[in-house]
């Protein structure tokens, strides 16, 4: 299969009739989807790095494509540091969807094949097809993600999330935070217009217009949204480092930092984890924010357990 029609593809910017060829290919036998879904890898990976020029993979074909991938997996690996980014194929005989999964501890931006960019935060797992539809461009998201969607009117973009509900798009800059088993989907507008499309307790469809300024929160279990006004950006600035608390319980504050810091809590059955309280912290490690929850919730912390790498889950306990 050609290369050039194959980038095409992965852009979005084939024809009609090239997408019929390139779909009839990798119908047509296991070995042509394997090598499909092989060149997709590579090109999502050369996405994240921001791989320079993509016409010099095509100046090194005597190369095997898993070479390739393997030099462009590496780069991955260098430009985050300890991340690791694991892209996993579904089982599926269709062209399917493949997944990008973030890590506790790390977060990862990537740009999208029709020059949407997103960022994911860590725990976040996001779905994706190997190229857009015609008709619409869809992703599924489990965890935190900010978006900032190309324009597309004739091409909405849809993020669909756990608990019956999803997010219609048509260019625009987003906060999502739906995290599988967690009852609330979240969606904060920084700017554009997004249409969130629910079910309610009665189990009839719903469907809520945002306006710049607004969050709205979604209770799957009791199957009702509410709006909210928001000032500013904090609502994202965890895509910058920044760690924000805002009427947080301890309970969920721990929750938060258990995926931004790669850490176990264990918690005393004494301490009260329903108290609220608010705090922002730009650039302070684990260490000074327990710190800071010692004075304004009164608790104690110790190690259990230390990481010895970067991988390794760290056990605290609150006493």
Request: charged residues 30%; neutral net charge.
């Amino acid at each position: 299969m050609d290369k050039e029609l194959l980038y095409r593809f992965f852009e979005g910017h084939a024809s009609t009739e090239e997408m019929k060829v390139v779909k009839e290919w990798a119908e047509s036998s296991d070995e042509n989807r394997a090598a499909l879904r092989r060149e997709r890898k590579l090109f999502d990976a050369m996405l994240v790095v921001g791989y320079p020029e993509r016409t010099s993979i095509h100046d090194r074909k005597k190369h095997s494509i898993f070479r390739e991938f393997m030099k462009i997996a590496a780069i991955v690996v260098v430009t985050f540091g300890v991340t690791v980014l694991l892209f996993s194929i579904g089982k599926n005989k269709d062209i399917g969807m493949q997944a990008i999964t973030v890590p506790a501890g790390q977060r990862v931006n990537l740009a999208l094949p029709d020059g949407s960019k997103i960022w994911l935060n860590a725990g976040t797992t996001m779905k994706y097809p190997v190229s857009f539809m015609t008709d619409k461009r869809e992703v599924i998201l489990d965890g935190e993600a900010y978006f900032e969607v190309a324009k597309n009117e004739k091409v909405p973009f849809i993020v669909s999330t756990p608990g019956h509900s999803s997010i219609k798009v048509l260019g625009t800059r987003f906060n999502v935070k739906a995290y599988k088993g967690n009852e609330e989907v979240t969606t904060t507008l920084f700017e554009g217009r997004v249409e969130f499309e629910y079910r309610n307790r009665d189990n009839e469809n719903k469907n809520i217009c945002l306006i710049p300024g607004q969050k709205l929160i979604y209770n799957s279990t009791e199957g009702g949204a509410k709006l909210y006004a928001v000032s500013g950006e904090d609502e994202s600035s965890w895509k910058d480092g920044k760690i924000e608390f805002l009427h947080h319980s301890l309970r969920d504050a721990l929750d938060i930092l258990s995926l931004r810091f790669n850490v176990d809590f264990v918690i005393n059955p004494n301490v009260s984890t329903d108290d609220s309280f608010s705090g922002k912290f730009v650039n302070k490690n684990l260490e000074q924010i327990l710190d800071y929850f010692k004075v304004s919730c009164g608790i104690n912390w110790k190690y259990l357990k230390k990481a010895t790498d970067e991988d390794d889950k760290q056990i605290i306990e609150i006493y």
